[in-house]
């Protein structure tokens, strides 16, 4: 687990987003660190830290995988999944912040989107690349929850 400093603004003068990632795969973990390696990341490989730091840092952007833990297509009633975790953000000061879910398990990445609500999107990682990434960000741009 990652945390960044809490007293930092949410972007600085020179438009660095406070981005969060839920993420327990070492390849995707290094995919994104260096798409967003000009910002400020915070890094969670699992759901009970995740849900500690988005209760205490408020962020500009959120990453949410479902499957944690090295399983694949888990029931969204574990512990450790990116559902408990949109559970516990809907409570917090990120309620309203644009979130990314990328998830393997479509079913359970839906029901994640349906908790967190209009400012999530959901991707299935095998088709989440660059353009995904940046298409999702364009979308996230034209409704204004990000810059």
Not at 5 to 20: G, Q, V, Y
Not at 90 to 108: C, F, R
Not at 113 to 130: H, R
Request: glycine fraction near 4%; charge should be neutral; aromatic fraction near 8%.
């Amino acid at each position: 687990m990652c945390v960044n400093d809490a007293e930092e603004n949410l972007t600085s003068s020179n438009n660095k987003m406070r981005i969060f990632i839920l993420e327990d795969d070492h390849m995707r973990i290094h995919w994104f660190t260096e798409k967003f390696k000009m910002h400020k990341l915070t890094i969670a490989t699992n759901a009970a830290d995740a849900i500690k730091i988005l209760s205490s840092h408020e962020f500009s952007f959120i990453m949410l995988d479902h499957d944690l833990g090295g399983k694949v297509f888990v029931d969204s009633e574990d512990e450790n999944t990116g559902y408990q975790v949109a559970k516990a953000l809907i409570t917090t000061a990120n309620a309203k912040k644009p979130v990314i879910i990328h998830s393997w398990n479509v079913p359970a990445a839906k029901r994640m989107q349906y908790v967190i609500g209009e400012t999530s999107l959901t991707f299935p990682f095998g088709s989440f690349d660059k353009s995904i990434l940046e298409k999702a960000l364009g979308i996230l741009r034209a409704r204004k929850v990000i810059k």
